[in-house]
């Protein structure tokens, strides 16, 4: 007769394990949880290649800070909340970049192929819809990054991630009237943007 499988370690239990030192644990925990941090980094920063390294250093400090994890809150709400910081304090940066080089350059220059702008050959671009498709997604793009870092974190962990109120209220580290209003503030910026684009 086949022996059962084990029961799946739980994230609390892998965590304390990573606590200890234990790589493997921390292996476990990535193999589990990368695609979606990797998932959330990717529309909180726009960018999969930043998604990638936010993904690295948010693990790096699951590493670092998994002896301060309290298990009143669940591991995924821990998780999103660094993921979510860790974005955060990437856009920040990218905030003060931009406005260091708006100052160093007035140049306007025209997007990539790949981000929406034309195609270096005009017959490869694509049929129609597909433009119309990636005009709209860029409208999107345009409307969210219009939104303040905590506005486009409420918005991606809702309707995105599937988050709730409190369990973003919780990753964000506010109150759910708190989410309730980072929402509708954003509701009306992003339908603003987009009637306006």
């Given at each position: 007769?086949p022996?059962?499988d084990?029961e799946p370690?739980?994230?609390?239990?892998l965590?304390?394990r990573?606590?200890?030192?234990?790589h493997?644990?921390?292996?476990?925990?990535v193999?589990?949880?990368?695609?979606?941090?990797r998932?959330l980094?990717a529309?909180?920063?726009g960018?999969?290649?930043?998604a990638?390294?936010a993904?690295?250093d948010?693990?790096v400090?699951?590493?670092?800070n998994?002896?301060?994890?309290?298990?009143v809150?669940k591991?995924?709400?821990?998780l999103?909340r660094?993921?979510v910081?860790?974005?955060l304090?990437?856009?920040?940066?990218?905030?003060?970049r931009?406005r260091a080089?708006?100052?160093l350059?007035?140049?306007?220059?025209?997007l990539?192929?790949?981000?929406?702008?034309p195609?270096?050959?005009p017959a490869?671009d694509?049929?129609?819809?597909?433009?119309?498709?990636?005009?709209?997604i860029?409208?999107?793009?345009r409307a969210l990054?219009?939104?303040?870092?905590?506005?486009?974190?409420?918005v991606?962990?809702?309707r995105f991630?599937?988050l709730?109120?409190?369990e973003?209220a919780?990753t964000?580290?506010?109150?759910?009237s708190?989410?309730?209003?980072?929402?509708?503030?954003?509701?009306?910026?992003?339908?603003?943007?987009?009637r306006?684009s």
């Amino acid at each position: 007769m086949p022996a059962d499988d084990p029961e799946p370690v739980s994230d609390e239990a892998l965590l304390e394990r990573v606590a200890r030192g234990d790589h493997a644990a921390l292996r476990t925990l990535v193999e589990r949880h990368g695609p979606r941090v990797r998932r959330l980094a990717a529309r909180l920063l726009g960018s999969a290649a930043d998604a990638q390294d936010a993904a690295q250093d948010v693990f790096v400090a699951v590493f670092r800070n998994a002896g301060s994890f309290e298990p009143v809150a669940k591991f995924s709400t821990w998780l999103h909340r660094v993921t979510v910081n860790r974005c955060l304090t990437e856009l920040e940066s990218r905030r003060v970049r931009r406005r260091a080089l708006a100052d160093l350059t007035a140049s306007d220059r025209a997007l990539p192929a790949a981000r929406g702008g034309p195609a270096a050959d005009p017959a490869s671009d694509p049929a129609d819809r597909q433009i119309e498709r990636r005009e709209r997604i860029r409208r999107l793009e345009r409307a969210l990054g219009a939104l303040s870092p905590r506005q486009r974190a409420a918005v991606v962990l809702h309707r995105f991630e599937g988050l709730g109120y409190a369990e973003i209220a919780a990753t964000l580290g506010c109150s759910v009237s708190s989410v309730e209003s980072l929402l509708s503030r954003a509701r009306a910026t992003l339908a603003d943007r987009l009637r306006g684009s």
